[in-house]
């Protein structure tokens, strides 16, 4: 085998095996969300089918005529990668979140493909061994060269390609290419390379054919944008099998979520009467400033959205209007546009999958909140959190840390530990009109209570506040 070839053998089927990964966060992400937890399960995942791989392909090459080995590799490989997507499906609706379940589900998908594509480098250099004086130098240079190809596999995917095409397709063209470069070596014997192209074209048909659950893939989340069969002009936003936001096209005061309610009663106690300056952290389906637009003409409502999708999705889906700014950018960069003082109201509302990112949830953010709202200002903080409430706990002692005044409102089993569910902190420089909020929330019919003072301090006990240097978010959540 000439050089050329065996290194584009090996630099080619190493940056495969990178798309690979980092698409693999993308099929798995409408079943079991993307958190730290599956990024960790996809990762370990495709490191034991590197190993696996690496090691049987050693072995294979060892033992028989290693040329003959490289055909049937690239084709089964390619194969299993093209049907990756399809398992992941047919399997998705029955998964459940967890580290069993994100493990099971990535070596159903990706363990295949990692290991036979991961079996090519050994038996390469099998092949290019002329001597045992040259063992260090071919090793070498074939492992640096299959470094390099993951390298452009992971920059080229996670800067390129995911923002420009759709998940499957990109896994099609991957799949494919390496059967067909599989089939040009597995030439001599034809009537496997015949049942290969067939099984290849049947894939890749189905791949094109099965869009998979998504009505947008944006460049974070699986969107769907669903009807509601009770109110015509109702819309739910859907990201990664989680209701993210409601929002009605012709009464953008209809609020159907129980936290964005319970935020609004925050503003209408707290803001002054008239426009006000707002400033929202994750836009979603940009119900609440709809909300704003809508009972407060003449407000500025800035939203800070990293998914630029998303915004479209609004603009066209959910009749986000074009009063609303939206700065398109990770909030933690584009907060530092926003002067000093200039929001009354932020809310905090920017979820990956069913968790705050975590870089959002810091001492350090939280003072860039502080530094944004007028003296007068309230922050109004969204958290979803279960069972042992260690996450809200320690949101709660993050805020506390900034602003002196600090409270939380949920239902009365919420509080307890009892269930769990959205919780909304208040926080602000001044004191926070607790009782006129509660009643406000009686008046709607609402149950949310409050706590403050010594029952949040005593409600936080001894949760760690959250830094940029510690930060376990989605160790914290209780699992539901």
């Known amino acids: 085998m000439n050089q050329l070839l065996a290194r584009s053998l090996v630099f080619f089927t190493s940056a495969a095996v990178l798309v690979i990964e980092i698409l693999a966060a993308r099929l798995l992400a409408p079943y079991v969300g993307v958190s730290l937890e599956v990024f960790t399960g996809i990762i370990g995942v495709i490191l034991a089918g590197i190993s696996l ?13 290693p040329s003959r080995l490289l055909g049937p590799l690239l084709v089964t ?28 589900a990535s070596a159903a998908g990706f363990f295949v493909p990692a290991a036979l594509l991961s079996a090519v480098p050994p038996v390469v250099v ?65 009537k496997w390379a015949f049942s290969s192209s067939l099984a290849m074209v049947l894939l890749t048909a189905a791949l094109f054919g099965f869009g998979g659950p998504c009505d947008y893939e944006t460049t974070y989340s699986c969107a769907i944008v669903a009807e509601d069969e009770d109110r015509p002009t109702g819309r739910t936003l859907i990201l990664d099998r989680i209701r993210n936001s409601y929002v009605d096209l012709e009464d953008p005061t209809y609020l159907e979520f129980r936290y964005i309610r319970l935020i609004v009663d925050v503003i209408e106690v707290m803001a002054p009467d008239g426009p006000v300056d707002m400033v929202s952290i994750g836009g979603g389906g940009f119900t609440l400033p709809g909300y704003i637009e809508h009972t407060r003409p003449s407000s500025e409502n800035i939203v800070l959205e990293i998914d630029a999708k998303l915004v479209d999705i609004g603009r066209t889906e959910l009749a986000l209007s074009d009063e609303t700014e939206v700065m398109v950018a990770d909030a933690r960069i584009s907060i530092r546009d926003i002067r000093d003082g ?75 530990g009892a269930g769990g569910g959205n919780f909304v902190l208040v926080a602000a420089q001044h004191e926070i009109d607790t009782a006129g909020i509660v009643s406000a929330i009686r008046a709607r019919g609402g149950v949310e209570n409050a706590i403050e003072g010594d029952a949040l301090d005593r409600f936080i006990g001894a949760a760690p506040i959250l830094t940029d240097d510690y930060a376990p978010v989605d160790q914290m959540l209780g699992r539901f």
């Open 53 to 65: 791989g690496a090691w049987a392909g050693g072995t294979a090459a060892d033992r028989g005529e």
């Open 126 to 190: 099998k092949i290019q061994l002329a001597s045992l004086d040259e063992t260090g130098r071919v090793v070498g240079s074939y492992s640096a060269i299959g470094t390099a190809g993951a390298i452009l596999g992971t920059f080229v995917t996670g800067f390129v390609l995911i923002a420009a095409f759709p998940t499957r397709p990109i896994v099609a063209v991957v799949g494919v290419a390496l059967t067909v470069a599989g089939l040009v070596l597995w030439t001599s014997r034809s």
């Open 342 to 416: 200039h929001a009354e109201i932020v809310v905090g509302d920017a979820y990956s999958g069913a968790s705050v990112p975590w870089h959002l949830t810091t001492v350090e953010f939280t003072e860039e909140i502080d530094r944004i709202l007028d003296p007068r200002g309230v922050y109004a903080m969204n958290v979803i959190d279960y069972d042992d409430l260690d996450f809200v706990r320690s949101a709660a002692a993050t805020l506390v840390e900034v602003f002196p005044h600090v409270a939380l409102f949920a239902p009365p089993t919420y509080l307890t």
């Open 77 to 104: 490989g390619g194969l299993a990668a093209l049907v990756a997507p399809l398992i992941i499906d047919g399997i998705g609706p029955a998964l459940t979140t967890g580290a069993t379940s994100i493990i099971l």
